[in-house]
């Protein structure tokens, strides 16, 4: 005898499925400008978020439409790499903290200045 599927487990495996076959119905030509450093993705950021800002004041026709949807993967490109340099930010600055904790001055000026060449590229 077969045991159903709870209706809870059952609707969360649907979306699940549905969520993927849209992901990979989803187009996927344009590649955007690259983003292979932290300078460039922040470079590529700033511009690209302006050319956003300009297209949302006008009308949103179909080829302003188009234009959202390219510059959108350059974006997401610079977003990714961000996120990435971000999160080895972050365990810098820990290594900072952990060092003024335990008194290793050394470790403090060499990862503290490592910190902030990588912070000062996101904020000057």
Not at 85 to 92: D, F, G, I, V
Request: aromatic share 4%; charged share 20%; hydrophobic share 45%.
């Amino acid at each position: 005898m077969m045991k159903s599927l709870p209706l809870s487990l059952f609707s969360a495996l649907s979306l699940l499925l549905a969520a993927h076959v849209q992901a990979d119905a989803r187009p996927d030509h344009y590649k955007g400008e690259p983003a292979e450093t932290l300078e460039q993705a922040v470079a590529n950021f700033s511009e690209y978020n302006t050319r956003l800002a300009e297209l949302l004041t006008g009308e949103l026709t179909p080829a302003a439409l188009n234009e959202v949807h390219q510059l959108t993967y350059t974006l997401e490109n610079a977003l990714a790499k961000i996120n990435e340099e971000t999160a080895a930010l972050a365990q810098t600055l820990e290594e900072v903290h952990v060092a003024s904790e335990s008194n290793q001055p050394l470790v403090v000026k060499d990862r503290g200045e490592a910190y902030l060449a990588v912070s000062r590229t996101l904020v000057p």
